[in-house]
Each structure stands twice: as structure tokens, then as C-alpha cells.
């Protein structure tokens, strides 16, 4: 079992519209959640950090934490083009090491 | 500069060459990092250095050496690769008790031939 999954995409979502991005881990340990945001070419961005259940909001983007499921979710409104990217989830386990998933590949269309 | 600095941002390198990837960091960060990015693959952690110290070596193979001989400064030395060894090579740092917040360099992008 891969310790971070995500679904590698693409997905692709019309301008406007929210867009998903779903993470599980499998450490239940785990204490910190994050989301990294890499355009093609780039070198990954933190944009968004998670640390206790429920939602935290920052702008156009929601992050949405479940323990009790081991999922994490990065909500993006009002989706436009420059947010066309690859999105990382990144978990802190018990042993404080930042583990990536393979990431999912986001493309907003006009 | 600012932020984190890689060079080169690309290398061509022959399986017998020795090369060297250079990052340079200038956010006061007291940790670095480096990992390797395959396609279709999970960021891969190699090295932790925290105070210059090497603090972790996720079981990467001999023929990358790396040396960090101040905060600020971390190389990956390279020598006789292999072809399934190239990849985007990215440098990271923070601080050591904000090592979940990470600044990436823009990566060299490896081929070996």
C-alpha cells in the first residue's frame, strides 16, 4: 500500500467550477497534512497546511481533513486556468519525515 | 538572489563521468534536502542535512555523495550513474522545526546517457 495516494489525473474541470483533489495516507499517526502546488516544469509550491479534522479556508482554496477516514482534500472555487497544475499531498507521520503522493494533474479549461 | 538557487538547471552526463549538482539557499533555513522527482513517481526523499549534519540517508546508493559544508550551501556529488538515474533533482530547505514547511530550488533536470 502506497503511504500517500492520490489519483494521478488528469482531472479537468471548467473554468468556474470547484474543483477536488482527494488524498488518503496510511500512517494513522500522522499529524500534519499539506498541499503543494507544481507547475509543469517548476519545483513544488506549499500553498496550504492541515493540522486538526474539519476545514480550513484560504481564499479560493479549502483543505478538508478526516483522521478518523485518513483523508485529506484540497478544494479549489472559482477554478481558473492558472491554477492548471499538478497538486501535491504531503503527510508528516509518526516519525516526522514529509512523505509526497504521486500527485494529481489538474487542468482547468476555458 | 533570493529563495533557493540549483545549478545547472540541466545535465547531460555520460554513465562514467563525475559531476556535481550545486544548491544555494539564502532564507536563513538551518535544514536541507534533497530529492529525486521520477515521472509518475512520488517525490523521493535522499538526504536531510539539519545544522549541516546529515541526519538522514533514505538508502540511496553510494554513487551519489552528497556534502553540506555550511547551512547554506548543500552539493550532490555524482559518479558513474546509471540511465534509470535520470530525474528532476530538487533541493529543499526549512527550518529544522518547520521541516513540513519546505522552499524548493527549481531543480536540475538530470539525463545520463
Known amino acids: 500500500q502506497k503511504e500517500v495516494e492520490q489519483n494521478s489525473g488528469p482531472l479537468s474541470v471548467p473554468e468556474g467550477a470547484i474543483a477536488s483533489l482527494n488524498c488518503t495516507y496510511s500512517?494513522?499517526?500522522?499529524?500534519?497534512f499539506f498541499w503543494y502546488r507544481q507547475y509543469s516544469g517548476k519545483s513544488p509550491e506549499l500553498i496550504m497546511s492541515?493540522?486538526?479534522?474539519g476545514d480550513k479556508e484560504d481564499g479560493r482554496f479549502t483543505a478538508q481533513l478526516n483522521k478518523a477516514s485518513q483523508y485529506v482534500s484540497l478544494l479549489i472555487r472559482d477554478s481558473q486556468p492558472s491554477d492548471s497544475a499538478t497538486y501535491l499531498c504531503?503527510?508528516?507521520?509518526?516519525?516526522?519525515?514529509?512523505?509526497f503522493g504521486t500527485g494529481t494533474r489538474l487542468q482547468v479549461t476555458l | 538572489e533570493t529563495g533557493v538557487t540549483q545549478t545547472p538547471r540541466h545535465l547531460v552526463m555520460g554513465m562514467t563521468n563525475k559531476k556535481s549538482l550545486k544548491c544555494e539557499q539564502h532564507?536563513?533555513?538551518?535544514?536541507m534536502y534533497w530529492y529525486k522527482q521520477s515521472a509518475k513517481k512520488p517525490l523521493e526523499l535522499m538526504f536531510v542535512?539539519?545544522?549541516?549534519?546529515?541526519?538522514e540517508n533514505n538508502s540511496v546508493p553510494s554513487r551519489f555523495s552528497p556534502e553540506c559544508p555550511n547551512s547554506s550551501h548543500l552539493f550532490l556529488h555524482l559518479h558513474t550513474l546509471q540511465p534509470e538515474d535520470s530525474a528532476l533533482y530538487l533541493c529543499?530547505?526549512?527550518?529544522?522545526?518547520?521541516?513540513?514547511?519546505?522552499?524548493f530550488g527549481p531543480g536540475t533536470r538530470l539525463t545520463v546517457t
Open positions: 500512517d494513522r499517526g500522522s499529524q500534519s
Open positions: 532564507l536563513g533555513h538551518n535544514a
Open positions: 529543499a530547505s526549512s527550518h529544522v522545526d518547520r521541516s513540513y514547511e519546505q522552499y
Open positions: 504531503a503527510v508528516t507521520g509518526t516519525a516526522s519525515k514529509l512523505t
Open positions: 492541515i493540522y486538526s479534522n
Open positions: 542535512y539539519n545544522f549541516k549534519e546529515q541526519t
